[in-house]
């Protein structure tokens, strides 16, 4: 059967940051936030399920983690995807955005059969926006980023509006494609009552005893996880080994208070503010 998959991840509650948030060294204390399902991801897959349904494919998640990320694989479920998948080693820690883009291609491949991939525009620990457009040009796929609204939709195309950098656009373009959703897309749909109680109890093999993982089985309530192995991966593409960005500097910014400007509305006015701001904002080298 032909296959929709959304790219989803699991990042720590950026709009719930506390004074723990930070470490000494300037990177983010994923352990002192809580973990959710990516704003966008869950827009990328009510856009799936919404195409999925009409269209008669099945809708597949995946997602690369730790084993905790098994809880938005769950949510998917419970909001109506077909199939999950965790992409799950100790091997690819510290992907940057090339690494992460290598497996996740490659877990689309492995699927097979696939017409369409959804992903948010960007996750809000990275805000890179580059993962989606990254997987695109790797499994050879149309893209469209930034898309802000499904117009049509059949076996032949698809037609959506997406935010240009100075104006909305309308594109229509053929299948395999990569769509990347914004928040503006739609409205993600709750949970489904009798969908929580069919698969509240999936999880990963490991968290089944023994005279329970028949049950699991014959219920589809394990989540299937592949690990590099599985995948016939290159350890050298994956990881820290694959990822080439380096961090230069961190710097931490603290906003405070000043004393409150006014400017008039007019030509002088925004000629004295832009003096001020260069002024204070701007180092020059000499």
Known sequence: MK???????????????????????????????????????????????????????EV???????????????????????????????????ADTLATSYVL????????????VLAGRQAIDGDTAQVGPQVAEKIDFNQVT????LKEINSGHVVVERDGETRSETIRTGFPVLLTVTAEANTPRFANAARMLQFFRAGLESDFQEENLGDAK????????????????????????????????IKSITLKGTDLQLFNR??????????????????VER
């Open 60 to 94: 597949h998640v995946v997602t690369m983690g730790p084993p905790k990320a098994v809880e938005i694989l769950k949510h998917a479920l419970y909001m109506g995807a077909d199939r999950v998948w965790l992409i799950s080693d100790r091997r690819f820690a510290a």
């Open 3 to 57: 296959k929709i998959v959304v790219l989803a991840k699991q990042v720590p509650d950026t709009a719930n940051v506390t004074g723990d948030a930070m470490k000494p060294d300037g990177t983010v204390n994923r352990a002192a936030l809580p973990a959710i399902f990516n704003p966008e991801d869950l827009n990328a897959l009510e856009m799936g399920l919404t195409i999925g349904e009409k269209l008669g494919f």
């Open 218 to 249: 014959a219920n589809n309530w394990i989540v299937p996880t592949w690990t590099l192995d599985d995948m016939g991966l290159d350890p050298a593409r994956c990881g820290l080994n694959g990822s080439p960005t380096k961090v230069h500097k």
């Open 146 to 149: 930034y898309v802000t609204e």
């Open 266 to 283: 007019d030509k002088t006015g925004i000629q004295e503010m832009v003096r001020n701001i260069v002024k204070d904002y701007v180092e």
């Open 105 to 116: 291609a490659k877990a689309v491949e492995k699927l097979g059969d696939v017409q369409m």
